[in-house]
């Protein structure tokens, strides 16, 4: 099937094509009922029960696509969305729009240099070799330090290298770079350190500034659901009316609790929503006010505000 004379009438929703950003992607489409089958080899899948096309791009090119308006959604990293932002003229205002923090994806954008070398501030790093995949945000980082304006000729030479930037501190080809840290072990594995952070990421979904559908407010709701449900459990307790003030200190919920009377008297049971971060602290802090019968539930999709 031509699948580019398909798109018509189709919204167009750009995912990371490979990365890390992928699976968890591929993972919040099917949450959201998102229903599709790429071929082998194509970068276009027409989805089956909506009128979406799915455009499988590099991560970082995800960002000139939707701010161009060729694609109307899209989702990839906002250190994507920053080094292309850092592209434009200076006043030009960006077509890309974030619309929801995604969660996943974390990872910061750092100033590395040699461990065991004599650099301890970027600043040091002005008038000599930088290498990165990040050139704008670099270059943008590097004039502030400069103290000139964005867009100027820099003393600090910055150059582009697509991927193992790490390697270039060891090679002799630069005296710092600027590169991505999750963990902190290929940083570690190279011998280098961080001494300035440049910008901190997550996956983000970003929509065209012009683009405006009913559908793409669908979308947009479904993947908000299932980001909550991802975040938050349901706390359910029983605790004496009399506590019920202090208990629900802690358990405020998204809005606010749910709270049932029990047909014992004097008690009540709650139900909450909360942060699945929080929920063992959460927890040990009901059990000092009096709480009882705590349980906590996985949410399996959700709308709320
Ligand atoms: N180590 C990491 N931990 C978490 N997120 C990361 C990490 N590295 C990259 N990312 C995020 O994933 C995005 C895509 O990076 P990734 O390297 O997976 O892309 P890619 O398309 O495979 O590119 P490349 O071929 O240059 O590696 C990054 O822009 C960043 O937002
Ligand atoms: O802090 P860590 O958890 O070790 O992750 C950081 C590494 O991950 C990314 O590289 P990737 O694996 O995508 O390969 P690349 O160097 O080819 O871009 C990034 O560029 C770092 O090299």
Known sequence: MDLVNHLEGRLLFAVPKKGRLQQATLDLLAGSDVQFRRETRLDIALVKNLPIALIFLPAADIPTFVGEGRVDIGITGRDQVAEHDA????????????????????????VQVPEKGDITDASQLVGRNVVTSFTALSDAFFAKLEGVAPGSKLQTKIKYVGGSVEAACALGVADGIVDLVESG???????LKAIDTVVESTAVLVKSRNSKSDILDLLAARIRGVITAQRFVLCQYNIPRAELAVATKITPGKRAPTITALEEQDWVAVSSMVEKKRVATVM?????VGATDILVLNIANSRTD
């Open 87 to 110: 592209t434009l003229p200076a006043g030009e205002v960006s077509g890309v729009e974030e619309i929801l923090d995604l969660g996943f994806g974390g990872c910061k954008l750092q």
């Open 284 to 288: 040990d802090e009901l059990i000092k």
């Open 185 to 191: 072990e290929t940083m570690k594995a190279a011998g």
